[in-house]
């Protein structure tokens, strides 16, 4: 038990696991913490959501902050944590300087979610119908910005393996300024397995994923205009079932029952919903990180078709529990052959399962994960003076951001 140790997290939003993977790794990563009995408090300047929650029932204390005030400097001093996680690398740009001007020997701590620089470059060359490439990494505004907060924090956390090579060899960042934690599962039971829907007892395809996320509302337009029709002239009752949280009324007018195309917004149950699918439809065309989605898929014996990108960093070099593919005749044809050959659906599940059990199980990475914390934490002087590009950036920030932070307090004071 380590009771001396607390940690404020500084959230991009109240965490909302039954909206995104992203509110789901923000509670696993409570859990960690929790389980280490490290007191909690959870702190943001995001306005409070119908979906959020309840933190004071996980035993957190949560905090409601400002931005560009120093009503935080005050609050971060008297909390005075040990470890400060930052939630996404616009937070750390917000609160970082202050944390390190109010509390210099806490252990900082940053959770990209997934790399914002790679979505926004890899969208960026699918808008203008062009082929990604890493030098598009090196002109991208945010890639400057997202990388200068990683440098910035003492352990940036990575949840792909594909980002952190990139990390790596793109930007030159040292090895020990990351760490691999991928979203973490706990095991299933073979009496959970048993329970599952059959193949007979599922029906219809579908998506799910919040449409606040760009690259969801792009592979629901894909499905609708390109992949879905290929489907439905092979399989003409089949029913796409598209489910998220926040969907605008573009995406609602894309529903059509004549076509089996069905837009039912956010899922009260995410996992009943792809339970009872027989299959997940998930052609991503740009994105990063690894995916909740087909993660969900996995864990509910449901076999996806999707992307490479959709695949990225997922699955090591074990067979998917599915199919991969980037082109749509191929996509809708493996979605139609998964969804009638038994044998082939039964088989596809049972690699999901391998997956979960090979690379996402929370008992594979939560020991290393706070021991590798509490090791930094009691070499973090030495840590630091191996990080000069890092204490080169945050000097900067404290002459810039900090001013220019400063400026908007007094304008707003008027």
């Known amino acids: 038990m380590n009771a001396n140790q607390s940690v404020l997290i500084i959230g991009f939003v109240w965490p909302e696991p039954n909206s995104s993977a992203a509110g789901g790794r923000m509670v696993q990563l409570i859990s960690i913490f929790k389980a280490q009995g490290f007191d909690i408090t959870f702190a943001s300047p995001a306005m409070d959501s119908d979906f959020m929650i309840d933190l004071e029932s996980l035993g957190v204390t949560k905090k409601s902050i400002a931005l560009n005030c120093s009503s935080f400097d005050v609050f971060v001093k008297e909390l005075n944590p040990t470890i400060v996680l930052f939630d996404r690398f616009m937070i750390e740009e917000q609160f970082g300087w ?7 020997d806490a252990l900082r701590l940053l959770d990209t979610e997934d790399l914002h620089c790679l ?41 792909s393996e594909y980002e952190i090579e990139l990390l790596q060899t793109v930007f030159r960042i040292e090895s020990s300024l990351l760490y691999y934690l991928p ?50 002239k092979q399989l003409p009752e089949a029913v796409l079932n598209v489910y998220g949280a ?60 999707t992307t490479t990108i959709g695949a990225e960093s997922m699955y090591g070099d074990l067979p998917w529990n599915g199919f991969i593919t980037d082109e749509p005749t191929v996509f809708a044809d493996k979605a139609v052959e998964l969804y009638q050959e038994k044998n082939i659906w039964l088989k596809t599940q049972e690699k999901g399962f391998e997956i979960i059990e090979k690379r996402y199980l929370k008992c594979l990475f939560e020991a290393d994960f706070v021991k590798h914390i509490l090791n930094i934490q009691t070499h973090l ?34």
Not at 98 to 104: D, F, G, Q
């Open 98 to 104: 202050r944390v390190a001007e109010n509390c210099p």
């Open 119 to 159: 979505r926004v470059a890899r969208q960026k060359a699918f808008k203008e119908n062009r082929s990604f490439s890493t030098d598009d990494l090196l002109v991208e505004e945010v890639a400057k910005r997202e990388i200068a907060s990683i440098l910035r924090c003492d352990v940036c956390l990575i949840i």
């Open 183 to 232: 979203l973490l599962l706990d095991k299933i039971s073979v009496s959970t397995i048993q329970d599952l829907p059959s193949f007979e007892e599922r029906n219809n395809f579908v998506f799910i994923g919040n449409f606040l996320h760009e690259p969801n509302w792009n592979a629901v337009q894909y499905l609708k205009e390109t992949i879905w029709p290929l489907i439905k």
């Open 246 to 305: 926040y969907p605008s009324q573009k995406v609602l007018q894309l529903n059509s029952i004549k076509e089996g195309f069905l837009i039912k917004g956010r899922a009260n149950n995410a996992q009943e919903v792809v339970r009872n699918a027989r299959i997940v439809l998930a052609p991503l065309r740009f994105g990063a990180g690894i995916k909740g989605k087909l993660l969900e898929a996995m864990q509910c014996g449901t076999p996806s078709i």
């Open 381 to 414: 002087k030495q840590h630091r003076l191996h990080n000069f590009m890092g204490a080169l950036l945050q000097h900067h920030t404290l002459t810039s951001t900090k001013y220019m932070s400063r400026w908007i307090e007094e304008k707003n004071k008027k």
